[in-house]
T-cell receptor, first 112, second 115 residues
Framework: NAGVTQTPKFQVLKTGQSMTLQCAQDMNHNSMYWYRQDPGMGLRLIYYSASEGTTDKGEVPNGYNVSRLNKREFSLRLESAAPSQTSVYFC???????????FGDGTRLSIL | DQQVKQNSPSLSVQEGRISILNCDYTNSMFDYFLWYKKYPAEGPTFLISISSIKDKNEDGRFTVFLNKSAKHLSLHIVPSQPGDSAVYFCAASAREAGTASKLTFGTGTRLQVTL
């Protein structure tokens, strides 16, 4: 029972490089989310997808783009990475109603 | 503007005693609250939730209390066990038409349960 799977687990980039973080869920959930976690700041919402075919900005969308490829997959793209985007990125999914969000184990991204 | 606040970055409790983790919020539109537990190098795991129509929800050793007038909630763990040592995040959402129940997280409290 995989749940939410994120790839890669670790990545080091140089400033200006591009990168796509992948997320897939096997729980037939409708909504998917991308968060970043920085020291002392909790998790902040970057983008979310309420359902297949829709995406919306969260609290900190600048510098990111997303694609809801199908119901299972939701990717996060950094077009031109900056050191301020060094963070741990979490993907989550949720079925709907008052069901809680389920999280993947994160991608630790360092930008030099 | 931190809408969900966890003012205690860390808490140390002896095994067998009660752990009380606190959370305050400022947005009166929040109507659903959750607690997540996070171990190092893992994603947050859902622990327990409460709707604003209730003031208490219990699940085994975990109880969440909600005081809407004070905009305050707390998580009680009784009895505390060494395996409870983790970072605990409080989160809140507001029911808005057409949205995906976005969560706003607090900054977390690191709980250490000592022997």
């Amino acid at each position: 029972n995989a749940g939410v799977t994120q790839t890669p687990k670790f990545q080091v980039l140089k400033t200006g490089q591009s990168m796509t973080l992948q997320c897939a869920q096997d729980m037939n959930h409708n909504s998917m989310y991308w968060y970043r976690q920085d020291p002392g700041m909790g998790l902040r919402l970057i983008y979310y997808s309420a359902s297949e075919g829709t995406t919306d900005k969260g609290e900190v969308p600048n510098g990111y783009n997303v694609s809801r490829l199908n119901k299972r997959e939701f990717s996060l793209r950094l077009e031109s990475a900056a050191p301020s985007q060094t963070s741990v990125y979490f993907c989550a999914s949720r079925k709907g109603g008052n069901q809680p969000q389920h999280f993947g184990d994160g991608t630790r991204l360092s930008i030099l | 503007d931190q809408q969900v606040k966890q003012n205690s970055p860390s808490l140390s409790v002896q095994e067998g005693r009660i752990s009380i983790l606190n959370c305050d919020y400022t947005n009166s539109m929040f109507d659903y609250f959750l607690w997540y537990k996070k171990y190092p190098a893992e994603g947050p795991t859902f622990l327990i939730s409460i709707s604003s129509i209730k003031d208490k929800n219990e699940d085994g050793r975990f109880t969440v209390f909600l005081n809407k007038s004070a905009k305050h909630l707390s998580l009680h763990i009784v009895p505390s066990q060494p395996g409870d040592s983790a970072v605990y995040f409080c989160a809140a959402s507001a029911r808005e038409a057409g949205t995906a129940s976005k969560l706003t997280f607090g900054t977390g409290t690191r709980l250490q349960v000592t022997l």
